[in-house]
Every structure is written in C-alpha cells, then in structure tokens.
C-alpha cells in the first residue's frame, strides 16, 4: 500500500534529470514526512545514493525525516512578525501544546515548526496551521485558535 | 482553443477578447491572493456568488478574482466596476447590501470606502488614498484587473505585445540592447546591470542554454515577487521568453519557494496557457523560435537563493554555492550558460520593450532606474507593498504612503535589504532609495523589504536575530561564515542576556571584518552588515546592554522585570487571571504581587493590564523594588453609593 503509492510518486519522475528536491518535495506532501521505504526504494529505481537522499532531505526545512503530527502548526519567524510580537505568539504556542519548535506532540495531534516567512508579513504575526494561514495573532487569540482543533 | 501563428492572429485575438467585453457591465474583483486569504476571502467569496444567484442576477454581474494589490493590511479587499468603487474590511455580512445597493442600486456605501485616519475623509478612489496616490505602479497595478488564472484577461489588456514586438520587429541583438540602454538592474538584491549578465550569456559557448527566473524570495519578511507571481504570472513569464529570444535560450526554469503554494498553482497555469496558445513551446507565434519552461519548487533553503546554490538545487543537488572563478552566466545549470534574474527583473521586461529605453530610463536617478516594489512591514500604520519611483526618499515611503509610525510611536530605524542589509537611523531618512545610496549607508537595496522598528524595538536584539537566522542559513561550507557566525551568535547572545563584557564590540568588529572579506558567497560576505549597521548607528544601545545591564527599549527579557506599581494596583484580578504560570499573587481588593522567581517574563499582564490603571511597569537596569508590606495590600475601596463606609474586602 505504502510501496504502491511511493511507487506511484516515482513513476513521474522517471526519465529526468535533476528530479530528487521535486520528488522528495511530492513524496512529504503526501505522507507528511520523508519514509525510510520511500528513500530505499527512490535508491533502488532511480539509482540515487542513499548518503545523497538523506543529505537533501536533512538540508531543507521543508522535508522532513520524522513523522509529524495530525495538524503541522508553522509559526512565521520573519523579521516583520518578529519586530510585531511573533517571538511571544511563539512562545504562547510552545507553552500551550507543550512542545519546542520542531516538535510532537506525544498524542501526535500537533507538530509545530518555525518558518522563515509566510509571504503574509503585513498581517504578522502569523501562523500557519494545515495550510490555512491565520494573521494578527497575539498570545491570547492564538489560545483560542489552537483548542479550535482535535 | 486556437493555436495563435502570427502576430496578427494574436492582435486579432486580444480585439475578440475585447469586443466580447461589455465595459458597463458590472463586476467585482476580489483579491484572493494570499493575504486577503488569510483575512477569510474565500467565504466572502463565496457569499457574493451565493448572494447573486439568491438575486438570480446570474450573467449579468462578473465576479473576477484577482491578485494583491498590496495593501494586504485592509483585505479583503474588493473593486466594484464600472464605477470602480474600492471597498476595504469587507466582510461576509456586508455582501447582500453591497450587491444591492452598488452593484445594482448604483449607490456608494460610505462605511466600507477608505477612511483617512487624520482626516476622517472618506475615498472612493485609489487615487485618493495616501497609501496609493504616492506610488507608481508599474508593474502591480495590472494585479486588480487581470484573473491570473486566465491568459484572456493579460492578453486583453495588451499582454504579449512586447513578445510580438520583439520577436518580429526586432532582432535578438536588439532587444538585449533596448535593455541595457534603459540600464534596468537586477531586483534580486545585488543590483547588477541586466544588460550586460544577459550579454555573457548570449556570448558564453555552450548548449544549450538557460533563462531562470529567482523567486526564492528569502527575505524573511518580504513578499514582492509572491504578489507579482500570484497575481500576474505572464507578465514575468512573457519577460522570460523576451529574455530568452535575447540571448538564445532554449529552456527556462522557474525556482520558487514551495512556501507559495499559490505562486507555484498561478505560473503553472500560466505556463500551460501559454504553450496551448503557441505562446510558449514550438515554434512561438509562427517566428520559428523554440522555448520551454519548467517549474522547480525549491525546498526551503535561505542560501538556495543565491545564484550558483540555486542553479545546483536545479540539478537536484543539496543546493550550496559553490565558488565562482567562472561567473554562473557564462557556466551555469549543469555547466551550461545560464542568466538567473529576479521574478521583478523579469517583470519589467515587457515594459522596457513596449515604451522604450528612453521612458524606462527617465524614471528614476542617475544610478538606479525604473520603480522598485518594498514590503514595508514592521511598526508602520499602512503594511503592504509598495511600488515608488526610484530615488523616492525613505521619509516619503514611511510617512507618506506608511502613514507613520503605529500608535504614536517614535521611529527608530528601517531595515532594508533583509538580513544582508543593515538599519538605517533616523538621521538618513531623507535618503533616497537607490542601490548606491543605500550603500553607502551600509546597507543595501535588496529585494525590497523594509522593516520599520519603533522605539520599543531593541538594536542589539534585531542584531542578535538577523545573525541567528543566518547562521542557522549558512550552509557551513566555508569557515569564515560558519564559526564566524557562531562566534557572532555567541557573543550577541550573551550580551542581550546581560552578561556582555567590555570587549565583546570589538570582537564582534574583528569577526565582521573576516566574515565580509573571506566568505565564499554572498551570505557570508554581507552577513555582517546588521551587527555593523546597529553597531554604528546604536552604539549606545549596546553600551547600556553591556554595562548597565539595561536594554533601553524593554525587549531583552532577561533584562527585564515586571513589577506591579502598588500605587497604582486597583487588584482588578485580571493579570493574576490571565498569567499563563501563576506568578501573580493576590485576590479582590489585595494588592497583587508577581513572584520574580516564577514569573517567565511573558508580558501578559503588561498587556491585560487595563489602561485606566496601567499598573504594571517594565523595568531595565535597576533592582525590583521589594514587594510591599502584607498588611498594606488591602484596598480601600469606596462601593458606589455607600460613600465612606470603608473597606469591602
Ligand atoms: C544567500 C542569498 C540569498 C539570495 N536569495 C535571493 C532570492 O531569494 N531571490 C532573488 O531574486 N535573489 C536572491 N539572491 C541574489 C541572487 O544570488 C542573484 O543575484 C539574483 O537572483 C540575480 O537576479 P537579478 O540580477 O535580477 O537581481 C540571493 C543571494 C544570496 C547570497
Ligand atoms: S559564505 Fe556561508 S552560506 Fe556562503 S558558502 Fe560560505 S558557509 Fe555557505
Ligand atoms: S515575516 Fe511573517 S509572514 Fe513574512
């Protein structure tokens, strides 16, 4: 089942060149994460070392190694959310789900990553939670929004 | 859908687009890019078609989606045609009236127009809204009237003219010198001339060879090219295959970020158009041209925006610089020729080519031509972008089209150029924005972020936070960025925690020194210019950090304390109730105290404190004052009423 749809993935990408970022990028988008299987099979169809997969895959934040949670909160870092108060939304959403940054929770319900920017800097701090972008967050709001979730 | 062979199938075409047209037909545009997104478009969006079917008003009124037209702050945002009416904060309650009163009833409603904070003067035009009427939108203007998602919309509105222009009325030799005559330089930060990149290009031997279009956008804090690609993908994409016929390139790559999901969905759709319509592919447009386009996302990588880590990221490769004794232009992609510009650069092209060196050239100064898009973010009343002339000065940019600084605050610098760039004091705001100058001033043009900081922004911690993002960016290949950096991390960490020593600024000037000379790329080389910048302009702030232990603007929490005023405590219980860690002690009526020891410094009582009271003070560089006496905790309260009886307690 897990074969067959990363095998699915690789069939795309077969007869090019340079494909590994775009590849590794599908594979996370639908499994949330880079697999073991995923990186030995990429090894075995198209040849790529192993050594060089992980490298890529542990080089970019937007790939990740480790399984994450139900919902991916990311917390814009940028320098506008920062100047605005996007430390302190962060810190709000450490303290309240428990985690650090780059952490899972221990239900798997939450993963929360820090990002360099969201492109939404006119309405820092942002957060982005499954995609769904949220603005104008201050310590309190992000509370409510986070128990919005299960 | 019909493939267009000539330039006069496409003129032919854009007339059909035309005439099929109706101007005085209604219509509303509504920004869905994703700052309007994140403000809840979508159901706005959503209600208005709900609304006009409800109204069986289907066919007769148009509703457009389009891109962002900056001022993100105010979304959603929406434009109601003919009359071209702008509407701010409009919410899903507000659509049936909007459909019945303007779109119908032909009448303004006043509450959703543009209010002037200090005039209270409402605006029906863009034209009268300070945020607009300084700037000169070249390029983002067409982001309200194109549906990016429809080539028809571009086409109609002239889009691919300069195409045709170019590739029938002009040879290759040309159009690359139409470009470095209106002496246009790259947006992506460095502000080289594009002219002259595209020349060693079209000269360097090799085949074949590549155009690639940069919308990396690492800034963090900057959203320019975002806007542009979501909102009006062939223009960069029609500036590309101009490029391309210039220097004899038979394929493009466009590098996004994934981060835009968006952006990624806008140019592929874009790019698909382009080849069913003979725009792009083939043989383009009956001239016997070949170009293909491909879209590559990039991964999440601050360093792969730089040109040779980027052209390796397009190999598939960990995407690192690598050192460049041979100029990517001429060995790129797989050692191949290859120019890489700016999605602004490339946006810009269709301009020059349509007008003119000449026009291109008399905007602008001496040094730096054409208009240049900032996100203006940070501690400033108007956030979003801005598109301004050249040689605009930053005073203009912040006051004027900013409209100053948030609540009445006092500005204390702009940060242009992201983490490459530096601060820029108050002293120097009525420099003008131009690659020059602002180099002079240490810092740099950039891409286009401008981050303004008020006075309760802290130099030393802005310092502290640029080095760490780019430290926590450098790749690590070359010593000198990455220990360099460490250092510099660790020094700057330690004097925000107040335990700087005297020496530390001296260090940090060493560390500056080597990193600016000795880096391989250009993240290395210009890392230093915000420990630089803050540490020539702000010396202070750093003085007092180091040897007051105080940070003058109440940002370094471990310089910090919070303490309740007793005097001023009227014991409301709202800290105690909202502090997330039980540090405040206290009940009705008795004074509150917050425990030092417990206490997280997280602000929140300094924030729920009500403003009536104000109670809870920040303090730097001096001891908290001892808790007051327990039997002076009670409050003597006077009950409404029942005046002079005493204490409730
Ligand atoms: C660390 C680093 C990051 C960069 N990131 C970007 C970027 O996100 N977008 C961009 O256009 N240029 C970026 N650049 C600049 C590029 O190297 C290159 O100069 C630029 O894309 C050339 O385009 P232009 O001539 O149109 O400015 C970056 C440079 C460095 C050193
Ligand atoms: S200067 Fe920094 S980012 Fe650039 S190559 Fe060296 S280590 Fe990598
Ligand atoms: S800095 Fe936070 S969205 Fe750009």
Not at chain 2, 215 to 231: K, Q, S, T, Y
Not at chain 2, 467 to 489: I, M, T, Y
Request: aromatic share 8%.
């Amino acid at each position: 089942m897990t074969m067959d749809r990363i095998d699915k993935i690789i069939d795309k990408y077969l007869d090019e060149e340079g494909v590994l970022i775009q590849l590794l990028l599908e594979i996370q988008r639908d499994f949330n994460w880079i697999p073991k299987e995923a990186i030995k099979r990429i090894n075995e169809r198209l040849k790529i070392p192993v050594s060089q997969i992980y490298r890529v895959a542990s080089f970019y934040t937007g790939l990740s190694l480790k399984p994450i949670g139900r919902h991916l909160v990311r917390v814009c870092a940028g320098t506008a959310c920062y100047v605005r108060g996007g430390p302190r939304v962060l810190d709000s959403v450490e303290r309240i789900l428990e985690v650090k940054s780059g952490e899972t929770t221990d239900d798997l319900k939450f993963t929360l990553e820090t990002v360099n920017c969201l492109g939404c800097c006119a309405l820092g701090p942002v957060i982005e939670i499954d995609g769904q972008y949220h603005g104008k967050l201050t310590p309190a709001s992000v509370e409510k929004l986070l128990s919005g979730y299960d | 859908m019909k493939r267009l062979r000539s330039p006069s199938d496409l003129e032919q075409f854009r007339k059909d687009i035309l005439n099929k047209k109706d101007p005085e037909r209604p219509a509303i545009a509504i920004c869905v890019s994703t700052g309007c997104e994140a403000l809840g478009v979508k159901n706005v969006l959503k209600s208005f078609q709900e609304e006009i079917e409800k109204q069986n008003l289907q066919g007769k009124i148009d509703i457009k989606e389009t891109g962002c037209l900056g001022f993100c702050e105010k979304g959603p945002r929406i434009v109601i045609y003919p009359e071209e009416v702008y509407y701010f904060k409009v919410k899903v309650a507000d659509v049936s009236e909007i459909v019945s009163k303007t779109l119908i009833g032909k009448e303004v409603i006043e509450k959703l127009l543009y209010t002037d904070p200090t005039t209270g003067k409402t605006a029906r035009r863009l034209s009268e809204v300070p945020f607009y009427k300084y700037q000169n939108r070249l390029l983002l203007d067409d982001n309200a009237k194109v549906n990016p998602k429809k080539i028809e919309d571009y086409i109609g509105l002239g889009g691919y003219s300069a195409l045709a222009k170019a590739f029938f009325q002009m040879t290759p030799d040309q159009v690359l010198d139409e470009v470095k005559k209106s002496k246009l330089r790259g947006r992506g930060g460095g502000g080289f001339p594009t002219g002259r990149k595209w020349e060693s290009t079209r000269d360097a031997v090799g085949e074949p060879k590549y155009v690639i279009v940069n919308c990396d956008e690492g800034d963090p804090g900057a959203f320019m090219n975002r806007a542009l690609m979501e909102g009006n993908p062939h223009s960069i994409l029609e500036g590309l295959i101009i490029g391309a016929y210039a220097i004899g390139a038979s394929e493009g790559f466009i590098y996004v970020r994934q981060e835009y999901p968006l952006a990624v969905e806008n140019m592929q759709l874009a790019i698909d158009q382009a080849e069913e319509y003979g725009l792009l592919g083939k043989d383009i447009l009956g001239s016997g041209f070949d170009f293909i386009v491909k879209i590559h996302k990039g991964a999440g990588a601050f360093v792969s925006g730089e040109s040779s880590a980027l052209m390796t990221a397009l190999e598939g490769k960990v995407g690192e610089p690598r050192p460049k004794y041979v100029h990517t232009s001429e060995k790129g992609v797989w050692d191949k020729p290859s120019t890489l510009n700016n999605v602004e650069t490339w946006a810009n092209i269709p301009l020059i080519i349509n007008k003119g060196a000449k026009w291109f050239e008399s905007i602008g100064t001496e040094g730096s031509k054409g208009t240049k898009i900032f996100a203006l973010a940070g501690k400033v009343n108007n956030t979003g972008l801005v598109e301004v002339p050249m040689g605009m000065t930053l005073r203009d940019i912040i006051y004027k089209i900013g409209g100053g600084i948030q609540k009445g605050k006092k500005f204390k610098g702009v940060q242009t150029g992201g983490p490459s760039g530096g601060v820029i004091p108050e002293q120097y705001l009525d420099s003008p924005v131009d690659f020059d100058e602002l180099t002079k001033l240490g810092s740099i043009m950039g891409s286009g972020g401008m981050i303004v900081m008020d006075e309760d922004t802290c130099m030393v911690d802005m310092a502290r936070y640029f080095v760490n993002f780019l430290c926590d960016e450098s790749c690590g290949k070359c010593v000198p960025c990455r220990e360099g950096l460490k250092q510099a991390r660790k020094i700057l960490k330690r004097i925000v925690a107040g335990k700087g020593e005297e020496e530390d600024v001296s260090k940090l000037q060493e560390i500056a020194e080597v990193t600016s000379i000795a880096s391989l790329c250009a993240l290395g080389q210009t890392a230093a210019n915000p420990m630089l910048t803050t540490l020539r302009y702000f010396n202070d702030e750093y003085e007092a950090h180091i040897k007051e232990k105080k940070c003058p603007a109440l940002v370094c929490k471990e310089l910090v304390s919070y303490y309740i005023d007793p005097a001023k405590c009227r014991a409301c219980t709202l800290c105690f109730r909202n502090c997330p860690v039980d540090a405040i002690e206290g009940e009705r009526n008795k004074i509150h105290i917050i425990d030092q020891e417990k206490c997280t410094k997280c602000g929140t009582c300094f924030e729920v404190c009500p403003p009536a009271f104000r109670a809870v003070d920040r303090i730097s560089g001096e001891p908290v004052p001892a808790p007051v006496p327990e039997e002076q905790r009670f409050l003597k309260r006077e009950k409404k009423g029942n005046k002079g009886k005493g204490a409730v307690d």
